[in-house]
């Protein structure tokens, strides 16, 4: 259904496009001008169906039917004092001139789309990233808490390293992985521990891995 309005609504507006082309004198310069709003509106049909598809991408996604309105609004605006002057004061501007204007103007407003799309990518990757990282200390932080229910005479020692790694920053160095990993065996070693009387013992050498990984992050940045 949103497709079929947004077809509809690029119809109506080369409905209208057609129909004061019908009306004015047919020259090279109204044909031209006729031609561009087509793919003005070509181009305002295609960007807001592409967002109305990505709407997982917003905002981002969203600059880029208002972009393409902007553009249709102007280089219609442009075209038609064009033409009126033409039509009026008997001056008409050579078709060169004409087609250069509408290049730049179209330069003007698509290739800051074209930048954005770009940020967006780079945005997202980032994103990604960041989940990534905060993903891997909240289930190091899961498997502790999960060790309680386990050894609930040692819930005091288990929540504090389950806190540490709570509070912990997750945007890490790649070179910070390696202590990660350490962090991470040792709390999976407790889960199949022989002697449970050692668990105090793992979760102050966790804790104290835990506040050098956490020194080292804090250095790096």
Sequence with gaps: MRNKSILLIAVIFAGVATALFLVIGITPLSISAYIVALIGIAALYCGTTYAHSNTESYPWIAAIPARLWQYLATA???SVSLILAESLLDWSLQLQWFYLIHIILA??????????QSGKEIIEQRGEKVHQKVATLRFMQMDAESLISKYPEHENDLRQVADALRYSDPMSHPSIEVFEEQIQGGIHEMNDIDTPERIPERCSALLR?????????????
């Design 107 to 116: 330069v003007i407003f698509f290739v800051p789309l074209i930048l954005m």
């Design 76 to 78: 219609s605006i442009i």
């Design 209 to 221: 891995q835990i506040a050098d990984r956490n020194l080292r992050v804090k250095m790096m940045k």
